[in-house]
């Protein structure tokens, strides 16, 4: 399975922007990126997913690197909420299944 | 609303006895999944089913059996064979398959079981 390496903790303040780094070296051509976030004592949530080009959505914005060996999750305003492990993940074309790592543990400053 | 259920939330089971995780969903969703998650750790997938009445081993199945007689229900047994069966379980469904691509997975709120 494809790996990507996360920072295992990261901190940030309410009401700024959060950039959550992910690298992916070995991503192939049809990886797409999935991100996911875990609040505790909860199953994990979907954000956001996105193949080569940039991805929005209403929770967060996915920048992909050119080469693709590198993504980042922006969250463009956070808030106390946003607290979580957030999980990006490499998801190959057609596989049945997501392999999880340890993620980024998000702690947000009131 | 639509959604995943799992129960019960917190389960207890005594040495050498077998306890089932009920997984149910309403979204539609062909495949589904069962995650285990241990303390400070990511998941660990167990079985998955990408269709009723099919159903294949994961990367932690041993000890685990499951079943998929309905379209919107996924049980899990833990039996007696799996020795350390105290973690945080997860059930998700997705509308993945070959023909719809990668399409995200959506979880249940867990069943965190221990022993007594």
């Known amino acids: 399975d494809a790996k990507t390496t996360q920072p295992n903790s990261m901190e940030s303040n309410e009401e700024e922007p959060v950039h959550l780094p992910c690298n992916h070296s070995t991503i192939s051509g049809t990886d797409y990126i999935h991100w996911y976030r875990q609040l505790p004592s909860q199953g994990p949530e979907y954000v956001i997913h996105g193949l080569t080009s940039n991805v929005n959505n209403r929770m967060a914005s996915l920048a992909i690197a050119e080469d693709r060996k590198s993504s980042t999750l922006i969250l463009h305003r956070a808030t106390l909420r946003d607290a979580a492990v957030y999980y990006c993940?490499?998801?190959?074309?057609?596989?049945?299944?997501?392999?999880f790592g340890q993620g980024t543990r998000l702690t947000i400053n009131p | 609303d639509g959604g995943i259920t799992q129960s019960p939330k917190y389960l207890f089971r005594k040495e050498g006895q077998n306890v089932t995780l009920s997984c149910e969903q309403n979204l539609n969703h062909d495949a589904m999944y069962w995650y285990r998650q241990d303390p400070g750790q990511g998941l660990r997938l167990i079985y998955y089913s990408q269709i009723v009445n099919d159903f294949q081993k994961g990367d932690i199945a041993e000890g685990y059996s499951v079943s998929r007689e309905k379209k919107e229900s996924f049980p899990l047994t833990v039996t007696s064979a799996q020795k350390n069966p105290t973690a945080f379980y997860l059930c998700?469904?997705?509308?993945?398959?070959?023909?719809?691509?990668?399409?995200?997975?959506?979880f249940g709120d867990g069943t965190r079981l221990s022993i007594l």
């Open positions: 998700a469904s997705s509308m993945r398959s070959p023909w719809t691509g990668n399409q995200p997975q959506h």
């Open positions: 993940i490499l998801d190959p074309q057609g596989a049945q299944k997501l392999v």
